[in-house]
């Protein structure tokens, strides 16, 4: 048995509620790439693009949760190692980092470092909850993307869709409560 969440979880750009479309464009080609940082409210899609990017480009890639390896050790092991070991494709690695405004200053500087060093190697996608967290070195290296609120209506949709392809009885309304209750989280 799947968790719908995961079930349902877009598997395309264009299944994503209130993608900016700049994401598409910029993914084209991947060697003009920039480094990206998603900003925005828990539950608006930051980490699901970012696998969705890496998913097209059919990357090399390392993924880290930045709250729970958030020292200047991981950078430097971790990432710097990926970062540096040369590509076995064409595509640029990808170096996802989620919760990003989670990393010390410490730790942030040296990924700054580092995102200038292997660019031509690796792309970064940082996603990040609170922008103020976020060293102004990083956000000026990477191409900023505010995850806004999707429309309420969207997400019904969505919610309406996943019911009747589940084969689930539903209550609009009560669906319509539910889409309100936990707002903007998708």
């Known amino acids: 048995m799947t ?3 995961e079930k349902y979880r877009p598997k395309t750009f264009e299944e994503v509620v209130g993608l900016d479309p ?4 910029l993914v084209k080609d991947p060697h003009s790439m920039p480094h990206f940082l998603f900003i925005g409210h828990v539950g608006t899609g930051k980490t699901t693009v ?3 990017i890496i998913k097209q480009l059919q990357a090399e890639y390392i993924e880290l949760n930045a709250s729970d390896e958030r020292g200047i050790d991981t950078i430097r092991q971790k990432v710097k190692t ?14 996802f980092l989620d919760e990003a405004d989670a990393l010390t200053p410490d730790a942030q500087t040296a990924l700054r470092n580092m995102m200038e060093k292997y660019s031509k190697n690796a792309k970064f996608i940082l996603t990040a909850n609170y922008e103020h967290r976020i060293i102004d070195a990083i956000k000026s290296r990477c191409e900023v993307v505010r995850f806004g609120e999707p429309p309420k209506e969207a997400i019904l949709d969505r919610l309406m869709y996943i019911c009747q392809q589940e084969g689930v009885t539903y209550d609009p309304v009560g669906l319509a409560k539910l ?3 936990y707002y903007p989280d998708i």
């Open 22 to 25: 700049r994401i598409v464009e």
């Open 3 to 5: 968790v719908w969440v």
């Open 82 to 95: 990926f970062a540096m070991t040369k590509r076995r494709t064409v595509v640029p690695r990808i170096i």
């Open 50 to 52: 970012a696998r969705l």
């Open 179 to 181: 889409v309100d209750a």
